[in-house]
């Protein structure tokens, strides 16, 4: 079981209270309507799935219930960083992810 | 009496604390502080199980966890019957009974052996090969031989009565294993102030210092240091010393499963008492401190019983008191054995001869043993034991060929040498490294924020042990935010150091030979097997261990995987490195599911979820469905009526009176704020800023791709307020859904979601006389159709308390769902009843709810929908506003393939042959005569008996559906083709005069 860092919360919190809520940073348009099959396709469907550092949404569904998003690493599972919602993708990681899931 | 193999004065039971037990039925007596094994070896008894394969006669291998053998089943009661217990764990209580397993009629005459003889047929994946054809005999003749043949233990066939219990804990330092690695670095850690915990499988810590008679500590014996040592950790209250606890399996960010066994060595465990606990801790740092396990060697029959472990025979003498026999042989190739036979003949047993691989070793251990006198053969090898359900001998010649000699023994005690137990470093995804001098995997590079120590860190020696150790565990508490280290390291006067060993098969049992020279005794591999599965084409260990089955089942190859691994490398002429090593898995050792399970059984498994008036139903008589975690009242069946009867009844009561149902499972979200119908017009596909306050509405929920998500009436109680509802199993995923949009799309609305779904419950009034049964009660709201027309909410009170009381219908009838306080619904619906007999209404259930709805073809989402349907699929094209610029679903919606013609489309069906009651779910054609496999153009959603009308009722989706109205369509099913003709979906009232009137 993992932890993981609420950012609205601003403490870790066990796994258990969290659901993952797929991809981060994909953005409806504000325009759907009007939107090409291909963008569409792009929004709806094609996601990155990497092997390494995803950027990810999570909801703390059994706490603030705040969605928010996370950086973490597919091979190893760590949390490299957690960010509220709506703040950009980061452009820049911490160096040692270590201190950020266990300080 | 003691027993006849209890030596007096050796080993640190005390003799005065005697406990009978029986094995196979017989009596013995042991003494408190044995394991099973050492009280069965005290008397003498070494033949205790039979082989998985070839039944052959087995006995006890190690004096530990490792144990591949001594697998026995532990009877308590009829309940308690734990199959596969190692009896080298098992602690002895007063009164125990054990049986052996895999055996028939008895363990000396065992039948099964047969296979023994017959082996040829059951080399390495005999199972692939043999049992491929015919096929059909797999299922009927070959699995059920299989099983019954093939089995180790037999389960329990009842319930399991004991309780176990689940723990969390967090500390900065954990230390798994409690040896002296282990001890010295949990002392380092704890003397820093740094919480601790400590664990190991064993009952007393102290590791191989139990059977190290060579280590003094602080001047101290071994062992008895570590019981101070434990003692002292005990004391402190930053520590936390768990015995008899394993540590199962490690998982990300430093979370590691323990199983403590708490009652299981008990004689009559309190009733309070769980059996076992499970333990997740969450550690800062964590220190592997895991040892390391002999191997055995491989040659010819060193499976008979009495043919072990050196260092199980240190165990048994030096701990229990017992030898193992009184003429032992001892076969190594490394030093560890010698002090095993030092040991031994110290005690006054016979040492008939140590015979040793190497050609010239030299050492400490090597000189003490031939001070003894004990005969010393170098350059030999034991090529074969003799006896059958008991070693009798040994043959011994020189390892490159030459003369046999056979030397008499009832026991050899063997090294092939020492294999680090790097079992949770693998598991925490750490690296192991090959080491090519000392021919061993260690940890190589790490993944998680853990340490290894000692044994299984490939240290040799207990003083450089100790000082890594020590070290390891003041930086471990350090490095989790402790101070600096104030106490002192524990001083070594004295240690054991052993060298090296090898891997893979003796002389005797190399590549031109076909002795049964074992490797995984419990699954009967060989060092054949082996070879052939490398000549069969295996090239990588992980297929090798599939073929040949090597280092699978309860011990997961702790003796045999090295060996296994050794010779199919020598076979492939490759290095060890580059065939690799399989995966470790978790568990460590088995764990039971009833530690994993935990309280989490029975009625605690799930909650189970009641409305209101669940009292009520249950004392009407009702029958309850599961709806999720919902119990819903099914039917309420009268004296006499099955549930058909039951429900054609409530269903024609509903529409001749009126009728009660409960629907408080409903979902319910109240969407209040300034952009409430804004967020509104959003999520759902209709038009929601002209909807008047006080008015209803059916909304459509939609996916972004475009397909049904949920449905449900909607009311708006103010110009920033609408109660919505949801389907009872799309409650918590439409909260979701909502809240996901409102807090990541559009955070832009001042809108505030909230679940009332347990706040309100609901009580539908349906039927002509629905009005009639509620206003008497009802202060505050002009119930007249003027006043509230169909699809209207209105507040006011009803029996005095608050209600928003719904004009709305699921059933065709005119109907109003009363909604109030969960707290009064059952007060409510008792009134609302009283009211209703004056009328001859009925209460009704969900089966009765699903046939007036489907009589009206009010679709059920999740029923008639499946996540591919769209509102026009579904026929409900008039609820998407076609002038909204924007909602969820709107783009996906015009996608090629939803707008495509032919798609599958919701129709009513009715049977040619009213009667005949379709099964939902059965495929439709247009042509039944067409060749199999039919072309299937859709399939049925619901479908009912309808008493309203007379006939069966039925929807479905078909391709075009809406184009084939009239036509007639084929259901085939196992026992005959069903006609069926394409209706539209109402069946009742058509027009809708009855919802109004």
Known sequence: MLLIRCPYCEE??????????????????????????????????????????????????????????????TVTDRFIMTYKAGEPKPSKLPKNSNDVVSK | MSAAFRIPGAGRLKQARTASFSFDGKSYAGIEGDTLASALLANGVHLVGRSFKYHRPRGFLSAGAEEPNALVQIVRDDARKTPNVRATVQELYDGLAANSQNRWPSLSFDVGAVNDIASPMFSAGFYYKTFMWPKAAWKSLYEPKIRAAAGLGVSPDRPDPDHYSSRYAHCDVLVLGGGAAGIAAALAAAETGASVIIADEQADLGGSLRFETGARIEGKDGFAWAQAAVASLKGMDNVRVLSRATAFGYYAQNFVGLVERVSDHLKSPGADLPRERLWQVRARRVVLATGSIERHMVFADNDRPGIMLASAARTYLNHHGVAVGRNVGVYTANDSAYAAAVDLKKAGVNVAAIVDLRDNPTGPAIEEARALGIEINFGRAVVRAGGKLRVSSMTVQP??????????????????????????????????????????????????????????????????????????????????????????????????????????????????????????????????????????????IEHVKRFTTNGMATDQGKTSNMHGLAIAAETLGKPIPQVGLTTFRAPYTPVTFGSIVSHARGPLFDPTRRTATHGWAARQGAVFEDVGQWKRAWYFPKTGEDMHASVNRECATVRKTAGLFDASTLGKIEVVGPDAAKFMELLYTNPWEKLEPGRCRYGIMLREDGFIYDDGVVGRLAPDRFHVTTTTGGAARVMNHMEDYLQTEFPHLNVWLTSISEQWAVVAVQGPKSREIIAPLVEGIDMSDEAMPHMSVREGKICGVPTRLFRMSFTGERGFEVNVPADYGEAVWEALWAEGQKHGATAYGTEAMHVLRAEKGYIIVGQDTDGTVTPNDAGLDWAVGKKKADFVGIRGLTRPDLVAKGRKQLVGLKTKDPKVVLEEGA?????????????????????????????????????????????????????????????????IDETGGRLNG
């Open chain 1, 12 to 73: 870790e919190r066990p796994e258990l209270e969290f659901r993952n809520a797929g991809e981060a940073h994909v953005a409806r348009s504000a325009n759907i309507a009007g939107e090409s099959d291909d963008d569409f396709e792009k929004f709806f469907f094609i996601r990155s799935n990497p092997k390494g550092i995803i950027y990810e949404r999570w909801r703390h569904i059994h706490g603030c219930a705040r969605f928010f998003n996370a950086v973490r690493d």
């Open chain 2, 923 to 987: 495929q439709i054609v247009a042509d039944p005569k067409q060749p199999v496999p039919m072309k299937m153009i859709g399939h049925v959603t619901s479908s009912y008996w309808s008493e309203n009308c007379g006939r069966s009722i039925a929807l479905a989706l078909v391709a075009g559906g809406r184009d084939r109205m009239g036509e007639t369509l084929y259901v085939p099913m196992p026992d005959g083709t069903i006609e069926v003709e394409v209706t539209g979906m109402v069946f």
């Open chain 2, 399 to 540: 390892k490159n060929g030459g003369g046999e000699r056979t030397i008499p023994v009832d026991a050899i005690l063997m090294s092939a040498g020492w294999t680090p137990s790097v079992h949770l470093f693998s598991q925490s995804r750490g690296k192991v490294a090959f080491n090519d001098e000392t021919k061993r995997f260690v940890p190589g590079t790490y993944a998680q924020d853990c340490v290894s120590v000692g044994a299984c860190n490939g240290t040799d020696g207990l003083s450089a042990t100790i000082d890594e150790a020590y070290a390891a565990g003041a930086k471990a508490a350090k490095d989790a935010g402790a101070k600096a280290t104030k106490g002192a390291k524990p001083k070594v006067d004295a240690g054991e150091n052993w060298s090296r060993g090898m891997l893979g098969a003796a002389p005797g049992a190399g590549p031109d030979t076909t002795v049964k020279a074992f490797v995984d005794f419990q699954n009967d591999v060989t060092a054949k097997d082996i070879r052939q599965a490398v000549h069969e084409g295996m090239r990588s």
